[in-house]
């Protein structure tokens, strides 16, 4: 099974979750941005690298805001499942921007990235990386990409549409071109799903469209619907 959860930012204990701990051999957890668990180095965070290396479960994580992108890009790029990634060892991966993966017969597509909303506290090459905001050569790539493929299963991204980050906080948000971007790939591309991490939320949002946070979502079985969804509802 196929499972995702929100940003970590480097808590350990996020994977002392039950939901995280009962998670198989041939299960995958996708983590929507703000790993964090490549920020400083440091024999503390070499331990908990290892720990989550040595998962029997495969750990693959999106790019976020909250990330040293320095240091991820100093790691090697392998192939995975179609796609691209960067390849930390044991069952360790993040899934690079604008890729296509084919993991358990579903198609999904992967953007990682996004603006931080708090630069004005943040110092470029400690905190806070340029590298954070998809360029727009990276944009261009991932549209020509899901475009010649016309629709996937799942969409997984850090940031949100900016459709989407207006019904959360108004008009008045900032858009960026990623924002922007996703607007565009929301009105063109078919999806079954799509979830995003970013804005520390555990809510759907629309028919199809659902903000992750500490939840741990199993992606890949359908939802109940209509009569029977009544008859499961409390189980």
């Known amino acids: 099974m196929i499972y995702v959860t929100g940003d970590m930012h480097g808590e350990i204990e996020r994977f002392s979750q039950r939901a995280i701990k009962k998670l198989k051999a041939e299960d995958t957890l996708i983590i929507l941005g703000d790993f964090g668990f490549l920020w400083s180095g440091g024999e503390e965070e070499e331990k908990n690298l290892e720990f989550i290396r040595n998962r029997k479960f495969s750990v693959l994580f999106l790019d976020g805001t909250h990330e040293n992108h320095a240091m991820l890009e100093r790691y090697p790029v392998a192939d995975y499942c179609g796609g691209k990634v960067r ?12 890729e296509i993966y084919e993991i358990e017969d579903k198609s999904i597509f992967a953007l990682g990235g996004g603006q ?10 400690e905190s806070w990386w340029p590298q954070e905001l ?3 050569e990276e944009l261009d790539a991932a549209r020509e990409k899901i475009k010649a493929r016309g629709s996937v299963d799942f969409i997984l991204t850090h940031d949100a549409p900016q459709k989407i980050r207006i019904s959360l906080f108004g008009r008045d948000i900032e858009e960026h071109r990623l924002s922007k971007f996703l607007d565009e790939i929301m009105m063109t591309v078919k999806y079954d799903k799509w979830y ?12 199809a469209q659902y ?3 500490q939840k741990v979502l199993e992606i890949t079985t359908p939802e109940k619907k209509g009569f029977f969804a009544k008859l499961f509802k409390r189980k």
């Open 211 to 213: 903000g992750v946070y």
């Open 196 to 207: 995003f991490g970013c804005y520390h939320l555990d809510r759907k949002l629309t028919r």
């Open 134 to 136: 998809p360029s727009m």
């Open 116 to 125: 931080s909303a708090d630069l004005e506290f943040r110092t470029e090459g």
């Open 87 to 98: 390849d930390f060892g044991g069952n360790l991966k993040m899934l690079m921007r604008g």
